[in-house]
């Protein structure tokens, strides 16, 4: 099948990876340009674009398609069966959405129509979700709306954080898409009711609000890992929490209940169990406390 990959970051590699092996013909991929990143600021391609590249693949780099005709014509003029899209980072305008034969195929990682929009992974973790998955859309012009060809379950465990779940989706997709490629399942349309949105995140997400419930800040914890972290301050210092679990415990908010890093909530109290101080390597709780004691009655986030 004629087709054209549109992805950008780690999550779209193994569908592409995928329709590679498969002998589908990949006219072309699209991606985000390659920019500046890093402490050193030096210019780095998408992941998407290194993999193209290692497959001999040609890529195209637009920064923008909407009001940019040229590139909708250019588009068209590939003839595709059908484009596949993951994690691409721009939105596809009507005339190249509808120039694919078969349209184009979204590989989402949420089980439509919950957790439309930017960060689903994380907000199914936050949320409480017991399971997410993948939804394999043919895209319309609204935010994840389109009609759905195929969809799939994982769960979600209580040790499940967004690194670990953004693996296991993103090989679920590659696998999935070839199935909607391979099978052409009937559409089926989404339904408005249960539908929720998961904005953009930003740095700011991970800062910890203390007056929050235990139980919403271990989530926290597990669905901003890696990015954006979820993080505090100590004496002056950003301490990031990487692993954390509630515990019994009552007190004011952000305050350390006791040696061990044991810290009230709105709800509860949370101990953190990995930790990193900012410019330091990241550890154990216990033997970052063996080196920086944190006495009871410190207040974190100040």
Not at 26 to 46: K, L, S
Not at 147 to 160: D, H, K, Q, Y
Not at 251 to 276: E, K, Y
């Amino acid at each position: 099948m004629r087709v054209a990959f549109m992805g950008s970051p780690d999550f779209a590699v193994p569908a592409l990876r995928a329709l590679h092996a498969s002998g589908h013909d990949i006219v072309a991929v699209y991606c985000q340009p390659a920019r500046p990143a890093g402490r050193g600021q030096a210019v780095r391609r998408c992941p998407v674009h290194v993999e193209a590249d290692t497959l001999g693949l040609p890529v195209r780099t637009p920064a923008r398609l909407r009001a940019h005709p040229e590139e909708w014509d250019a588009f068209s003029a590939l003839v595709l069966d059908a484009a596949v899209v993951a994690a691409y980072g721009l939105i596809l305008p009507k005339a190249m959405l509808d120039a694919p034969r078969r349209g184009c195929l979204n590989i989402h990682a949420s089980l439509l129509p919950r957790w439309r929009g930017a960060a689903p992974i994380q907000a199914a973790i936050l949320g409480g979700d017991t399971q997410t998955g993948i939804t394999i859309m043919r895209m319309d012009e609204g935010l994840d709306t389109g009609p759905m060809l195929l969809r799939e379950a994982v769960p979600i465990t209580p040790s499940t954080t967004t690194a670990t779940l953004h693996d296991v989706l993103a090989e679920v997709g590659a696998r999935l898409i070839l199935t909607a490629l391979g099978n052409q399942p009937q559409p089926v349309p989404q339904s408005a009711e249960g539908a929720t949105y998961a904005a953009k995140l930003s740095r700011d997400d991970g800062r910890i609000d203390w007056t929050l419930d235990a139980i919403h800040i271990e989530r926290q914890v597990r669905a901003y890992d890696p990015w954006p972290g979820t993080f505090t301050r100590l004496d002056g210092s950003v301490l990031k929490i990487l692993s954390a679990e509630v515990a019994p415990g009552d007190g004011i908010a952000g305050t350390v209940l006791d040696g061990g890093l044991l810290v009230a909530c709105g709800g509860g109290a949370l101990r953190p169990t990995r930790v990193q101080l900012a410019g330091r390597a990241a550890m154990d709780a216990a033997a970052f406390l063996r080196g920086h004691p944190v006495t009871q009655g410190t207040l974190l986030g100040s």
